[in-house]
């Protein structure tokens, strides 16, 4: 009897899990069952991202505004020892850490000790690069510990909760995700709203919220968002429409349109960015009709200055501290010479740093710092390799590094020519597709011929390289060839999608200043024509 009802137990909780997956608050009743058959205090589950970092999404029954608030959570969070601590199988807290540890910690001493809450039963339900989910039970002290029932529970409803969230990520456009990025956004001073496929607001976080409310900008109307009285808002209006049709139609290339709403000619009040979102074509048809098509970034012109979380800045954008320091600053309004006092740096490197953010043509997300070594001694015993020869060696990690570079401009090269043929394939004129023209079609053909040859060069340096053989010639060639190749098929992927493909919303002139940049770094072309017409006549001709 006891074990049909168990069963009775489980299978409710199962169908709680599922059905969680199209609750307006997703699995809050989960939550609340969960608790009662468990006898806990309190259940619920945390979602954080490496997408947004410090911000974390909370499911609970708990209905308490202050105990879910995010000033709330947040504290709680920056104290919570377990969020890093991996838990694959349902653990106790005594299992994790010493008794005596736990209870001398922040989490314990300021959040659970107050609520009288000493128990604590946990375990992970999601755990990789992106998204992590711990789902957790907590007791009294009054109460007794968590036993092997609870844990066995836990452990057998886990699964179906890692299905149920990826199905609703999946047939929500990752919501999770979308709440996060949210308050990610918020916390550097920019709003962010999602519209649904018909073009209405179906999310929005406090910074959009307020721009919304004072409505002296923007503004719902009939649940959908308009420039106020006195903006012009024609250009809005066409980027909602045109991001709406992107997304309908899948339009992967249309990567969105920055714009500026302003009062009068040269008076702005704020700037906008409007993306279109894609979902995967197997799982649109499931999609419901308040999963995001659009989003829309708002950013205040007339602010004096935006109160930037350096912390945050560095995780979201890969900065160095010094460079996400600086670009906290420049927000605010800060000139470079009083950034440079209050850093307590020159002039000159503040522009270093400032480079490193915005000027450094071709290369993303990659820190730029200046070393400056005064009086430095270095010991005898830190010397790598043998001593003369570092010259070689650092030719030698150049030569491993051209092959790498030559496998970038293949993948710019094929991402590039993707592109074309999708678009040489949709796009029709005078009453045909486009790729029906024999011009097209010979494009497409060059543009194939120079990525296998690419590839082939780039897979024969590698292999001799990796055989331990002598490479540097094929390296070399395989660069050259590669960088005048992918920029040809670049050159021919905005030819056949004519005027769009002078869009500076489309990758093409990244593409083009990112392998325009592989022309010089690790050798120029130059001196890559030299090595190889040294292998060919040998040092004493070709010197």
């Given at each position: 009897?006891?074990?049909?009802?168990?069963?009775?137990?489980?299978?409710?909780?199962?169908?709680?899990?599922?059905?969680?997956?199209?609750?307006?608050?997703?699995?809050?009743?989960?939550?609340?069952?969960?608790?009662?058959?468990?006898?806990?205090?309190?259940?619920?589950?945390?979602?954080?991202?490496?997408?947004?970092?410090?911000?974390?999404?909370?499911?609970?029954?708990?209905?308490?505004?202050?105990?879910?608030?995010?000033?709330?959570?947040?504290?709680?969070?920056?104290?919570?020892?377990?969020?890093?601590?991996?838990?694959?199988?349902?653990?106790?807290?005594?299992?994790?850490?010493?008794?005596?540890?736990?209870?001398?910690?922040?989490?314990?001493?300021?959040?659970?000790?107050?609520?009288?809450?000493?128990?604590?039963?946990?375990?992970?339900?999601?755990?990789?690069?992106?998204?992590?989910?711990?789902?957790?039970?907590?007791?009294?002290?009054?109460?007794?510990?968590?036993?092997?029932?609870?844990?066995?529970?836990?452990?057998?409803?886990?699964?179906?909760?890692?299905?149920?969230?990826?199905?609703?990520?999946?047939?929500?456009?990752?919501?999770?995700?979308?709440?996060?990025?949210e308050e990610a956004m918020g916390r550097v001073g920019v709003g962010c709203l999602m519209l649904n496929a018909h073009g209405r607001i179906v999310s929005m976080n406090a910074r959009a919220r307020h721009f919304i409310d004072k409505g002296d900008v923007v503004l719902a109307r009939n649940g959908c968002l308009r420039a106020a009285e006195g903006v012009d808002g024609r250009r809005l209006a066409k980027a909602i429409d045109l991001a709406l049709a992107a997304h309908r139609n899948?339009?992967?290339?249309?990567?969105?349109?920055?714009?500026?709403?302003?009062?009068?000619?040269?008076?702005?009040?704020?700037?906008?960015?409007?993306?279109?979102?894609?979902?995967?074509?197997?799982?649109?048809?499931?999609?419901?009709?308040?999963?995001?098509?659009?989003?829309?970034?708002?950013?205040?012109?007339?602010?004096?200055?935006?109160?930037?979380?350096?912390?945050?800045?560095?995780?979201?954008?890969?900065?160095?501290?010094?460079?996400?320091?600086?670009?906290?600053?420049?927000?605010?309004?800060?000139?470079?010479?009083?950034?440079?006092?209050?850093?307590?740096?020159?002039?000159?490197?503040?522009?270093?740093?400032?480079?490193?953010?915005?000027?450094?043509?071709?290369?993303?997300?990659?820190?730029?710092?200046?070393?400056?070594?005064?009086?430095?001694?270095?010991?005898?015993?830190?010397?790598?390799?043998?001593?003369?020869?570092?010259?070689?060696?650092?030719?030698?990690?150049?030569?491993?590094?051209?092959?790498?570079?030559?496998?970038?401009?293949?993948?710019?090269?094929?991402?590039?020519?993707?592109?074309?043929?999708?678009?040489?394939?949709?796009?029709?004129?005078?009453?045909?597709?486009?790729?029906?023209?024999?011009?097209?079609?010979?494009?497409?053909?060059?543009?194939?011929?120079?990525?296998?040859?690419?590839?082939?060069?780039?897979?024969?340096?590698?292999?001799?390289?990796?055989?331990?053989?002598?490479?540097?010639?094929?390296?070399?060639?395989?660069?050259?060839?590669?960088?005048?190749?992918?920029?040809?098929?670049?050159?021919?992927?905005?030819?056949?999608?004519?005027?769009?493909?002078?869009?500076?919303?489309?990758?093409?002139?990244?593409?083009?200043?990112?392998?325009?940049?592989?022309?010089?770094?690790?050798?120029?072309?130059?001196?890559?024509?030299?090595?190889?017409?040294?292998?060919?006549?040998?040092?004493?001709?070709?010197?």
């Open positions: 009897m006891g074990t049909a009802v168990n069963v009775r137990g489980f299978n409710d909780l199962v169908g709680l899990v599922y059905e969680g997956v199209d609750e307006s608050r997703p699995w809050t009743t989960l939550m609340r069952r969960l608790s009662e058959a468990t006898d806990a205090h309190d259940a619920s589950m945390v979602i954080s991202s490496a997408v947004a970092p410090g911000v974390y999404y909370l499911v609970t029954d708990n209905e308490d505004p202050v105990a879910t608030g995010p000033e709330h959570i947040d504290g709680v969070m920056s104290v919570n020892v377990l969020l890093d601590l991996a838990q694959p199988r349902a653990t106790l807290i005594e299992e994790l850490m010493p008794v005596e540890t736990f209870l001398s910690t922040a989490l314990y001493q300021r959040f659970l000790k107050p609520l009288n809450i000493r128990h604590l039963l946990g375990q992970d339900v999601l755990r990789d690069d992106v998204l992590k989910v711990k789902i957790s039970l907590e007791r009294t002290a009054d109460q007794p510990p968590f036993t092997k029932r609870e844990k066995q529970l836990i452990e057998m409803v886990t699964p179906h909760l890692q299905r149920a969230i990826r199905l609703r990520e999946r047939r929500s456009d990752s919501s999770h995700m979308r709440c996060l990025f899948g339009c992967r290339v249309q990567r969105g349109v920055g714009l500026r709403l302003e009062s009068a000619p040269g008076i702005a009040l704020v700037d906008l960015a409007v993306k279109p979102l894609f979902a995967e074509k197997q799982v649109a048809p499931l999609m419901a009709d308040d999963a995001p098509a659009v989003v829309i970034y708002i950013n205040d012109c007339r602010a004096p200055g935006i109160e930037l979380e350096p912390e945050v800045l560095a995780q979201m954008y890969s900065l160095t501290p010094c460079e996400a320091q600086l670009a906290a600053l420049l927000a605010r309004g800060t000139s470079i010479d009083e950034a440079s006092e209050l850093l307590g740096v020159s002039v000159n490197t503040v522009k270093t740093h400032l480079r490193g953010i915005y000027e450094k043509m071709g290369i993303n997300a990659s820190g730029t710092s200046e070393l400056i070594f005064e009086n430095m001694e270095v010991p005898k015993e830190n010397l790598l390799g043998k001593e003369g020869e570092g010259f070689y060696q650092g030719m030698n990690l150049f030569n491993r590094m051209r092959i790498q570079m030559a496998a970038e401009t293949l993948g710019k090269a094929e991402r590039c020519f993707d592109v074309a043929v999708k678009y040489a394939k949709e796009r029709r004129s005078f009453g045909k597709r486009i790729g029906e023209f024999q011009a097209i079609q010979w494009m497409l053909a060059d543009s194939k011929i120079d990525i296998e040859t690419i590839r082939w060069l780039t897979y024969f340096a590698a292999w001799k390289a990796d055989q331990g053989e002598e490479f540097r010639a094929e390296a070399a060639m395989a660069k050259v060839h590669g960088v005048e190749a992918a920029l040809r098929v670049i050159d021919r992927t905005m030819q056949v999608l004519g005027g769009i493909g002078l869009s500076v919303d489309l990758p093409f002139f990244r593409f083009l200043g990112e392998v325009r940049r592989t022309k010089s770094a690790e050798g120029t072309l130059e001196i890559m024509r030299l090595l190889i017409a040294r292998s060919i006549l040998g040092r004493d001709i070709a010197q």
